[in-house]
């Protein structure tokens, strides 16, 4: 009897030792998916119920206070710049020639008709900052073996209540994402693939959001090249730099 129950709790101690921490597979996961700065340029593709479109663009990312996004295509997109410094948007267009500044309520619209909203922009990325993480089960996508990550936030001020990460357990990256209201109420889905081995980290070139409240199949966000710790000029992250 005694050998049996020393059995089993050698079991269940292979079988826990198995299970990562929450905490700890949140830091990998924002070792991949966060950096001191990257530079970018990318396609967003918006399908909407008229059809789809497709926005490119370059990007420059500071930190998780700054980040500046020049549309280069299409034409009737071209020059549209935004700046993100710390909790502030500014928007400009070169049809007005005028520098708006989004707020408030206004954060929660949407990016150029894409499911990513302005309020997605401005999220920290760094999610241990704001989430605890328990391991919840695990699962299979996309033939890859994930652990199921419960995240809850720590504060009422978050855009998203909880999250629920289906994370490889090899890579460390996120495969697929659900993000819900204090509610309960599921407002997004993101499905995440082509996970490419860059500059020494896992990272997935190409995201599909679904804003679950919308009609459509949603906006892919796909990277074409993205590169990490680069020299950023200083002024692009300047109100001065939107009308340049």
């Not at 709790?9 to 929450?22: E, H, I, N, R």
Request: proline letters at 3%.
């Amino acid at each position: 009897m005694r050998k049996t129950a020393v059995c089993v709790f050698a079991a269940l101690s292979v079988l826990y030792g198995q299970t990562p921490d929450g905490t700890d597979l949140l830091r990998k996961i924002d070792a991949n998916m966060s950096s001191r700065n990257h530079v970018a340029t990318s396609r967003m593709v918006i399908h909407g119920r008229r059809g789809s479109r497709t926005l490119e663009a370059r990007s420059f990312t500071e930190g998780v206070d700054k980040s500046f996004t020049e549309y280069t295509a299409p034409s009737r997109d071209r020059g549209t710049k935004m700046l993100k410094l710390e909790d502030r948007l500014w928007i400009y267009s070169p049809h007005t020639d005028r520098i708006i500044q989004i707020s408030g309520h206004m954060l929660r619209q949407s990016v150029m008709g894409s499911d990513l909203s302005y309020e997605d922009m401005m999220e920290d990325p760094n999610l241990e900052r704001h989430y605890d993480a328990a391991v919840t089960g695990s699962d299979t996508v996309s033939g890859r073996d994930c652990w199921i990550l419960t995240l809850k936030a720590r504060t009422p001020d978050m855009a998203y209540a909880s999250r629920i990460l289906w994370v490889d357990r090899e890579r460390f990256v996120p495969l697929k994402e659900e993000l819900y209201a204090k509610s309960g109420k599921l407002l997004k889905r993101l499905d995440l693939s082509d996970v490419s081995r860059i500059e020494g980290r896992w990272y997935p070139k190409r995201m599909l959001f679904k804003d679950m409240l919308k009609e459509g199949e949603g906006t892919e966000f796909i990277v074409d090249e993205i590169s990490f710790d680069q020299d950023i000029p200083e002024y692009l992250f300047t109100k001065a730099a939107l009308r340049k």
